[in-house]
């Protein structure tokens, strides 16, 4: 299945320039691709000194150019953000926040740039006055949704700990773009037509629409000036530029007065954000006789946990005799991945939140990643079937909780950055303003997040119990969001960094790519590649068109209710390895977006 390594090799040679001595670093505006949308075969890439992953071609050769200077992983990281909150507005940017992992191969860190809920908020934000829960879009559209945004605050914050080269001049490349122009990609086209609230904010009509009311063309030269001033101040001023004086203003404003649906954001809110590290969520993970130590998010993200359930409780079924079919996953490890995946979705609906407000069972997160509760809820799958189709929360740490399940609701958006420097450190940040185009709020050249969308809209259930991911003041609301480091447990040493967008459905893309590297030996190319697969703890999801009736048929024979439909994921992810004693690094992009990988 693997694709030789040494014309990987060759392929990359002929596509890197030779890397430069560190020194002052000058952005070059690279020809402009222009990526299709939908889905475009990717080649994989091969490095041997660094790599960038991200999801658009000029923010990849913004973080592969400072690299190239001598900057470290979390500068490419900085540079990388400026120039997505341009070209790829619909699904992150400076307006919203992110969750970065970073190794510097003696510690794993945690930097948590979520958003979190305004002060004046309550449990009741997304009730209607009947006291029923609003319709989504009537929660997302508007200031009502918008969180206090972290990424800059995050990144400012990394940097300090971390950065090489000046912050300012990280800057360069998004600042560069936004004043001489960025063509419009296909899918920034597509996204644009078929959004249906995009047009009711002036601002982000006037930007993303020709005079005619349609979406600017394919091709067409989309300059921010406002967006360039405003990252010019943050480059002199650092991240106070941002949360206070006029930029401030001009975000508050705009959610405070929204004319329908109005928040509660304050100028106080915004200066007291401050971004937090927490300790990485690491737990062991076996394949093949190797034994890896798998590291991702902690709470507020429910992505670290559930992928590590799922990866945990496969581990303790068949699932591991069984190899793939003609390419693809086949119908009785689907069977065991969709159950496995039933079970982690229950606990996650009933345990996790922000650990600032809610405790975890038995006193730590760990316990729901121990190997005991594990192999009991493994016990419960039956490999031939039937599907219990929905599963209901265990009892980790045997402690009970007082809390009531989350019901399900929607998440969306998001986008993934994967980063290996030439001195090794390594980093997995995946960034968001929630849903497409965030709240369609857009001010001074960037839009904001409606990310406080992602709390539960109800606050309890119907007996009166709390929910644990329902709104308070000053929390951050759970996410799915699964940026991942992976390590040889025995050597300490990088094995892979990788991580997607996707909504709820991130926790399945990243676990995909995971299994499909550490248990099938797929390159990271190929394991993005392979077809997606899912359950949120109800219907199996298959994406439409990837695989064969028999496959459908076997899994709805087992009592599941299987939808076939489109799951865009937008992986990236690099690995670590060599060629005959040559170090290589193997980077893939999803074919469903896109990004691509950089390096020398």
Not at 94 to 118: K, N
Not at 531 to 545: D, H, I, R
Request: include cysteine.
């Amino acid at each position: 299945m693997r694709r030789p390594i040494l014309s990987l090799l060759a392929t990359a040679c002929l596509l890197a320039a030779c890397a430069t001595a560190p020194g002052n670093f000058a952005y070059t505006v690279p020809e402009q691709p222009e990526a299709a949308s939908g889905i475009t075969a990717k080649p994989g890439w091969a490095t041997t000194k660094f790599a960038v992953a991200a999801a658009n071609p000029l923010a990849t050769d913004a973080g592969y150019q400072v690299l190239r200077a001598g900057g470290s992983a979390i500068d490419a990281a900085v540079a990388v953000q400026m120039v997505l909150t341009l070209v790829e507005p619909q699904s992150s940017g400076i307006g919203g926040g992110a969750f970065l992992l970073h190794s510097d191969g003696r510690q794993v860190e945690a930097f948590d740039g979520r958003e979190t809920a305004p002060a004046a908020a309550d449990e009741r934000l997304f009730l209607g006055a009947d006291g029923k829960p609003l319709p989504f879009y009537e929660a997302v559209v508007g200031g009502r949704s918008v969180g206090v945004p972290g990424t800059v605050r995050l990144l400012e914050m990394a940097h300090r700990q971390h950065g090489k080269l000046p912050w300012a001049t990280l800057f360069q490349p998004a600042i560069a773009l936004a004043e001489s122009g960025f063509k419009v990609s296909p899918r920034l086209n597509t996204l644009v037509k078929a959004d249906a609230h995009l047009k009711q904010d002036p601002t982000a009509a006037a930007y993303f629409y020709a005079g005619n009311g349609q979406a600017h063309a394919v091709g067409h030269l989309l300059r921010n000036p406002e967006l360039a001033a405003v990252l010019r101040r943050i480059a002199s001023e650092g991240s106070r530029a941002f949360y206070e004086g006029d930029i401030a203003r001009a975000i508050v404003d705009k959610v405070q007065r929204h004319p329908t649906n109005p928040g509660r954001l304050s100028m106080a809110d915004l200066a007291g954000y401050q971004p937090k590290q927490r300790a990485p969520l690491c737990h062991d993970y076996r394949s093949h006789g190797r034994d890896f130590n798998v590291c991702g998010f902690p709470p507020p993200s429910s992505g670290a946990i559930a992928v590590g359930q799922i990866l945990g409780i496969l581990g303790r079924t068949q699932a591991a005799t069984l190899p793939l079919q003609d390419g693809l996953p086949s119908a009785d490890w689907l069977h065991l991945y969709t159950e496995a995946s039933r079970l982690a979705f229950a606990d996650r609906a009933q345990y996790v939140a922000d650990p600032d407000f809610v405790q975890p069972p038995g006193g730590s997160w760990m316990s729901l990643l121990a190997p005991d509760y594990l192999a009991q809820r493994a016990r419960l799958i039956q490999p031939a079937g039937p599907s219990m189709k929905t599963a209901t929360p265990g009892t980790p740490g045997r402690v009970a909780t007082s809390h009531a399940p989350m019901p399900a609701q929607p998440e969306y958006g998001t986008s993934h950055i994967s980063i290996i420097d030439g001195q090794g450190n390594a980093l997995a940040m995946t960034t968001t303003i929630e849903d497409q185009f965030g709240a369609r709020q857009m001010v001074k050249g960037f839009l904001l997040n409606n990310e406080l969308t992602d709390f539960s809209f109800e606050p309890a259930d119907a007996q009166g119990q709390p929910i644990a991911n329902r709104v308070q003041p000053g929390k951050r609301p759970r996410s799915s969001m699964a940026p991942t480091l992976v390590f040889d447990k025995a050597t300490k040493q990088l094995v892979m960094t990788g991580g997607s967008p996707g909504g709820a459905l991130i926790i399945h893309f990243t676990a995909k790519t995971l299994y499909g590297v550490l248990n099938w030996g797929l390159t990271p190319q190929q394991a993005i590649d392979m077809p997606n697969f899912a359950s949120l703890n109800g219907p199996s999801l298959l994406e439409e068109k990837r695989f064969p009736p028999a496959t459908v048929e076997a899994l709805r024979a087992r009592g599941a209710e299987v939808r076939e439909q489109a799951l865009t994921s937008g992986l990236q992810a690099i690995t670590v390895g060599n060629a005959h004693g040559t170090p290589v690094l193997l980077g893939g992009a999803d074919p469903r977006r896109e990004g691509i990988v950089m390096g020398d």
